[in-house]
């Protein structure tokens, strides 16, 4: 057999206190296409930045044609043949498309002479073995995003890439494209390329993968050989494993769900969302509700719609059809002021950008919404303030040099603690939390889940988004998810992890609760 | 309580450092008439100043003063000649003021252009219609109109204090308004603080429409130090305003710096010519002096700041 393309093994890499890969090992054999799985947060994006060389792992070997590589840079990895097509394509938009392959392939000297009728040639040639149906002289402006995708493997092909990762191909393409980049891959494939397939999509892995690895919690946990074979209908079948083993392994063992208390069923309903749809952020017909004391719980793949719903209820990308009512009663939220008004808190997903102001002291961002309330007419009263901050940061336990320290100052949990304390201030009827714990080390983030499992005992209401199955299943009451922009199903009682990813992934069985 | 900080401290020991330095070898600089007139005619800088310092602090930049002082300066000497009172020209004067500031607060706050090249566009406008409409023309005030009908010295006390308890309001209200605290938020991140509840663009608008205000009124204060106006008064006002921030500790990127520190920074910045007069320099030195200085607090900024690289490192 000839040694594989690319062979890891033992990869370790940690960011802090977060470990993304732990002991991952994975190979890819010329001529294959070998899919890797797992779920948000499992160590997908990580493994392929040390793949390309933009991150060192910690720990382990990374080995290119049989040859070990100790420092791999993004140029190296370049010259290795290893190259890259994202979802969101990194091409030039006001270049045309010879343009952009041409900047990619060719000498990056300044001083070189540009010869056009070469870099013409080139682009035609790699244009047409990927089957493109726009010519070179298109702007890149001008291309749909499967298009630029092609533009991207061309490149990928003129630099004789030999190891090609695709990270979500089809995540926009309809089905004739799928089926045009398909010819693509199999054409590599055929040439001796190895391809590295990430996808969503179960039933592609089957129709196109050859072996595939499923990671979780940043290790390798399987690597299985997909058999085919030709059924009586002439269709190939797959031997070995189906549908149903790829998510009990992408899910792990059970997690195991703490007993919350579930409010009672006569609790009135605090948000009811009925229909609700925006064009804009594409989400469409969402209809749910949560009742005082409740935790509802939110999951689904990125990009499924949960922070686009999140930011609709919030005001910062207004919904423009469907209806919501707060304690029974319409409303229109169209910014988020009225929505603070209204009394609807948001912790936004991105903590360090955007859920704190690092500038300033942990006593002004913890009062920064209620200034209204606790400084009458806009005259502010440092005291009351601090009065104020002091109680929050005994009540969550935020660990500071004292109310006057700037935010900065703190670590990632207590930045998530002070933004917290910052809507518990406004006496909110509804949080909506995105992904509280992200980036978060493993103390802090339990405290966080006491606090939020507290926060419910007087009445609030808890909109629970996070790609965690573990941390949806031990906080929730009940457990909605999102596919697609839609709410696809909701689930009272107990779902399993593996319910879960299956509405998650769109492939509801009989057993599962329709919305 | 008046907590200093420690770019005021920094400043303002510079400051006293070359007023000591003065007063041990041009003991005539502080001889009291020529001081007053000196401090006088700052105190118009003094108010441009404050106003930039505020747009700074958004994150913005407003480098349409000069000409807005302009055209204050000219709508306000015309309209003396119809009504020679000082309100008038105090009041036609700083309507101007507003009304300008309201333009570049709608173009950048509300159609979200980037304030350097609306303020630009402004700055160039005002300035080509000003020269179109007026030919150069100096306009000749009401003998009442000086110093506000009082004697020259009284005048010129009413000149500094005023702009002094103006630079004094905003700096308190700056430390304990709402809305003081408004601004250092949306400077520092607009998201951040639009996802709180703040609307950054009224924020940023109110900032414009302040500063277009101040600069009004820093026209008026102008206007009744002298018998005649000419229509290219307030050239490169724009840069001096920029400049005394800078000193004063604002950050370009928005959210950071105090408006009271502007006091020893402009103090500081136009003590230099006469100092470098007083003490026999050369006058062009007085440039380099002013670029020195403002290149020392840029690096004090950058120097002392460097946590905000490893922020950006750490996501």
Redo the contacts between chains.
Sequence with gaps: MTSPLLQLSGIKKAFGAVTALNSVSFDLRPGEVHALLGGNGAGKSTLIKVITGAHMPDAGTVAVGGHPISRLTPAIARSLGIACIYQQPALFPDLTVTENIGLRLESTSPFRRVRHSERRRVATSLLRQVGAGFTGETAVYDLSMPQQQLVEIACAIGAGAKILIMDEPTASLTQPEQELLFGVVDDLRRNGSGIIYISHRLEEIFQIANRVTVLRDGESVVTRELVRTSGPDGTSICQGFDEADLIRWMVGRSVERTPIAIPPASAPNRLTVHALGCDVSGVRNVTFDIRAGEIVGLTGLVGAGRTELARMLFGLTPADTGEIRLDGVPVTISSPAAAVALGIGYLPEDRRRHGIILDLPVAQNISMSVQSRIFPMGWLRPDAEKTLAEQYIRRLDIKTAGSGAEASTLSGGNQQKVAMARWLATNPKVLILDEPTQGVDVGAKSEIHQHIRSLVDEGLAVLLISSELAEILALSHRIGVMRLGTLTAMFDGQPSAAQLMRAALGNQEPGDQPC | MLKWSSRELTVAGVLVILWLGLAVFAPDFFSPQPLLSRLTSSAPKLLVGCGIALVILTRNIDISVGSLYAVASVAAGHASHSAPTPAVIVAVAIVTGLCGGVINGFLVATLRLPSIVVTLATMVTWRESLRLGQQGVFINLPDNSQWFSLSMVPGQWTVVLTALVILASLAWAQ???????HL??VG??P?????????PGRTTFSAFVLCGVLTGLAAALNLVQSPQIDPNTGRLLELEGVAAAVVAGFAVSG??GRLFALLPATLLLVSISPALTYLGAKPYWDKAVHGAIILAAVMADGLGRP?QGS?SQ??
């Design positions: 430390k304990n308004l709402a809305a003081g605290r250092h938020a520092s991140d998201e951040a603080a639009r996802l709180t509840g703040i609307s959210g950071r946590k922020r750490a996501a």
